[in-house]
T-cell receptor, first 113, second 114 residues
Framework: NAGVTQTPKFQVLKTGQSMTLQCAQD?????MYWYRQDPGMGLRLIYY???????DKGEVPNGYNVSRLNKREFSLRLESAAPSQTSVYFC????????????FGSGTRLTVV | DQQVKQNSPSLSVQEGRISILNCDYT??????FLWYKKYPAEGPTFLIS?????DKNEDGRFTVFLNKSAKHLSLHIVPSQPGDSAVYFC?????????????FGQGTILTVHP
């Protein structure tokens, strides 16, 4: 009963490096989301995918790209990491329109130096 | 433009007492509100929710109150227990739009002392 799995759990990048954060869910949910959590800012939506094959920008999309590879997987890519992208990243999924059904992964703590 | 605000970064209460966490919102289109709880090194988990057609929803020790005219909601925990110590996020959404996107507040760290 894995739910939402995020990899890696921790990562340190140098400014300018690229990386992809992976997310997979096994609940047959249609919608998936990427949030970042920063002190004093709460959780802010980066990108979301309402269903397989669609992606849309959230509140803070600059510097990120996403891919909804299939119904299970939704990846977040940083093409050229910046110190401002130091954060904790959470992936979540939900059945379409199921507001209380958000299931979050345990997060990826990313540090950009 | 923070549409959902939790103005108290932290709250400390004694075990057995009531904990009251507050949340304000500015977008009058929001019509569904939720509270999530987060422990360190874990993702947030759903706690309780309320639709804008109600002004109160109860689930065991947890009660959420909604005051639409004031655009304010609160979470009451009675009695508080040390295991309730966590970060609490309120969140809001507009039913029927944008596939369940939630807007979160900044979070309030609750510490319950034995």
């Amino acid at each position: 009963n894995a739910g939402v799995t995020q990899t890696p759990k921790f990562q340190v990048l140098k400014t300018g490096q690229s990386m992809t954060l992976q997310c997979a869910q096994d609940m047959n949910h249609n919608s998936m989301y990427w949030y970042r959590q920063d002190p004093g800012m709460g959780l802010r939506l980066i990108y979301y995918s309402a269903s397989e094959g669609t992606t849309d920008k959230g509140e803070v999309p600059n510097g990120y790209n996403v891919s909804r590879l299939n119904k299970r997987e939704f990846s977040l890519r940083l093409e050229s990491a910046a110190p401002s992208q130091t954060s904790v990243y959470f992936c979540a999924s939900s059945a379409t329109g199921d507001f209380y059904g958000y299931t979050f992964g345990s997060g990826t703590r990313l540090t950009v130096v | 433009d923070q549409q959902v605000k939790q103005n108290s970064p932290s709250l400390s209460v004694q075990e057995g007492r009531i904990s009251i966490l507050n949340c304000d919102y500015t977008n009058s289109m929001f019509d569904y509100f939720l509270w999530y709880k987060k422990y360190p090194a874990e993702g947030p988990t759903f706690l309780i929710s309320i639709s804008s057609i109600k002004d109160k929803n109860e689930d065991g020790r947890f009660t959420v109150f909604l005051n639409k005219s004031a655009k304010h909601l609160s979470l009451h925990i009675v009695p508080s227990q040390p295991g309730d110590s966590a970060v609490y996020f309120c969140a809001a959404s507009v039913v029927g739009t944008s596939y369940g996107k939630l807007t979160f507040g900044q979070g309030t760290i609750l510490t319950v002392h034995p």
